[in-house]
């Protein structure tokens, strides 16, 4: 059952795992349709070196994000995620994302729950999105799943995860799904490999390797991020998808 944890927010459990999420009660939205946007966000002890340039990603996507014409009509939640998963927010409107709140997000150490998070975080999106078509909202999704490893912590499995991504694509309450797994300081073969073949068998819709993590490239990751939100919010009521090029 939803428990409401403030005036403006709701929790609700997974199935019957022991994940939950958050998001905006639904007498607080303002709009008639909503693009759901997720974003989880590996901040294990690998990531150390760079997580000042994860934080400043997560902030140039969420500043864009803002002003996209359909600015009203998007909803983010983030996940960061090292062994354990933590929710910085659930799903919010964009109004009540100001960009000093992901200071020190970042915030790195422990192993990869990769499958735990990639998978809870699709889950979210479905559940969320029932919760808005079943009061007569138009609802569609795009999540991204950055990563620099490999999991080695997950309770769930890359089954698990594909099985999720495949039931929201089938359910009635979202009307497309656009999902993107980021591999971010990938130049090692074997590490692409396995991200290159995650993304195939639990069916995302595009893989993104990124061979570095230097600033510049993250800042054309938060580009990208940014265009494809865009590109969906606007494919609402279409009911068709499309990923767009890096």
């Given at each position: 059952m939803p428990v409401l944890t403030s005036k403006t927010m709701v929790t609700q459990r997974l199935g019957a795992s022991n994940f939950s999420f958050s998001g905006t009660r639904v007498g607080d939205l303002g709009a008639t349709e909503y693009t759901l946007v997720g974003v989880a966000a590996d901040v294990s002890s690998s990531v150390t070196s760079f997580a000042k340039e994860i934080e400043g990603c997560i902030k140039e996507v969420v500043k864009a994000c803002r002003r996209s014409p359909r600015a009203d009509n998007l909803m983010l939640r983030l996940v960061t995620f090292s062994?354990?998963?933590?929710?910085?927010?659930?799903?919010?409107?964009?109004?009540?994302?100001?960009?000093?709140?992901?200071?020190?997000?970042?915030?790195?150490?422990?192993?990869?729950?990769?499958?735990?998070?990639?998978?809870?975080?699709?889950?979210?999106?479905?559940?969320?999105?029932?919760?808005?078509?079943?009061?007569?909202?138009?609802?569609?999704?795009?999540?991204?799943v950055?990563?620099?490893?490999?999991?080695?912590?997950?309770?769930?499995?890359?089954?698990a995860l594909g099985?999720?991504?495949?039931?929201?694509?089938?359910?009635?309450?979202?009307?497309?799904?656009?999902?993107?797994?980021?591999?971010?300081?990938?130049?090692d073969a074997q590490l692409d490999r396995y991200l290159q073949d995650l993304a195939r068998d639990a069916g995302f819709t595009q893989y993104l390797p990124i061979g570095d993590a230097k600033a510049s490239s993250l800042a054309r990751l938060a580009q990208f991020v940014s265009r494809s939100i865009s590109a969906q919010s606007m494919a609402l009521g279409s009911g068709a998808s499309q990923a767009i090029g890096f």
């Open positions: 062994n354990e998963l933590h929710e910085v927010h659930g799903f919010r409107p964009l109004t009540q994302c100001p960009e000093g709140s992901y200071d020190k997000v970042a915030r790195c150490g422990g192993m990869t729950a990769l499958y735990d998070a990639s998978t809870t975080l699709v889950e979210s999106v479905g559940a969320y999105g029932k919760t808005l078509s079943d009061a007569d909202f138009d609802v569609n999704a795009i999540v991204f950055i990563t620099d490893g490999a999991d080695n912590a997950s309770s769930y499995d890359a089954k099985k999720a991504l495949a039931g929201v694509r089938r359910s009635e309450h979202v009307e497309s799904l656009v999902s993107v797994l980021v591999g971010v300081n990938v130049a």
